[in-house]
């Protein structure tokens, strides 16, 4: 499996309300576990790791995160060793009852356990020294995937994307897709981010790397937190996967497909006004989150 960015087509949503077009670009169709802004984000860091040299790239996350399984995917793929240091010691012995853990591991991703303590600490220089210490040399990726490297892969993705659309909406994990785009985007369109995380935080997070300020956060949306959902939210995504043939991950676009449906449904944009929403992957991560539904004995899960 190559990555194929040309695969990521502009799909209209028939919609009936006030008179907008919506359209989503299918940044989920360039590779299956590789996706969206997994695959933007990812594409400058491995290169720069390629070409200094490195064999082997670390990087961090939680139980259920889709940067660790795009990364363990991207480095089986692309010849590099992988190593995770993952938020939850507890987690050490439940590998094979956790999807996301368990994919990454039989793509070759090796993994460290450390207590949510110590995960605060993981940006500190002497938590580097530690897992230099104990893995040798290796290509760090922040978690989540966002830096400088990782922006300017995700100011490619409106690439030859017409201008005329007044809103480009994404979703907001550690805020380095919305950079890309609101450094790509013109000045006359306004960039919304929908937070899977709960609070306004991320403003400062984002400033660091743009210079436009064309942008607004949607904060209404996170249903109670990062990787929480509630029957709503469930439901929303399979209906819309029925009306739209496009399926929503639970934690990032689903939220964000919610939150501007509901916002049509407001009056939030004008009339006549034309929406880009970017698909941004992670379908990786309903197979994990359908296990945790399983587990608390959910009515519905994600189809």
């Excluded at 993952?86 to 070759?108: P, Q, V, Y």
């Excluded at 290509?139 to 480009?168: H, Q, R, W």
């Excluded at 509630?230 to 996967?241: D, G, P, R, T």
């Excluded at 497909?257 to 991560?285: E, N, P, R, V």
């Amino acid at each position: 499996m190559i990555f194929k960015p040309e695969n990521s087509i502009i799909q209209p949503i028939n919609h009936q309300l006030n008179s907008i077009e919506l359209s989503m670009k299918r940044e989920d169709r360039i590779h299956p576990f590789v996706s969206g802004n997994k695959y933007r984000k990812l594409k400058y860091n491995l290169l720069e790791a390629k070409a200094k040299g490195f064999t082997v790239l670390l990087t961090f996350g939680g139980a259920y995160s889709n940067h660790i399984a795009a990364v363990a995917a991207a480095g089986f793929e692309l010849g590099f060793e992988t190593i995770g240091v993952i938020r939850g010691e507890e987690l050490k012995d439940k590998i094979n009852g956790n999807a996301t853990l368990k994919f990454a591991e039989k793509n070759g991703m090796r993994f460290k356990f450390v207590t949510r303590e110590a995960y605060r600490n993981k940006t500190s220089a002497s938590f580097i020294n530690e897992l230099k210490h104990d893995f040798g040399d290796f290509f760090l990726i922040p978690e989540g995937g966002t830096n400088e490297l990782a922006v300017k892969g995700c100011e490619e993705v409106l690439m030859n994307v017409s201008s005329d659309y007044d809103y480009i909406c994404c979703p907001v994990g550690t805020g380095g897709t919305i950079s890309g785009l609101i450094n790509c985007s013109k000045l006359s369109q306004q960039v919304l981010g929908f937070p899977a995380l709960k609070g306004d935080f991320m403003q400062k997070d984002i400033s660091k790397f743009v210079m436009q300020n064309n942008w607004t956060l949607i904060t209404d949306y996170h249903f109670g937190g990062y990787a929480k959902i509630n029957e709503e939210l469930v439901a929303f995504i399979n209906e819309f996967k029925v009306h739209y043939n496009i399926p929503l991950d639970p934690i990032y676009t689903g939220k964000m497909m919610f939150g501007i449906f509901d916002l049509l449904k407001k009056d939030y944009f004008s009339k006549g006004s034309k929406i880009l929403a970017i698909h941004t992957g992670g379908l990786q991560g309903i197979e994990g989150m359908n296990s945790r539904l399983l587990k608390k004995h959910s009515p519905i899960i994600i189809t």
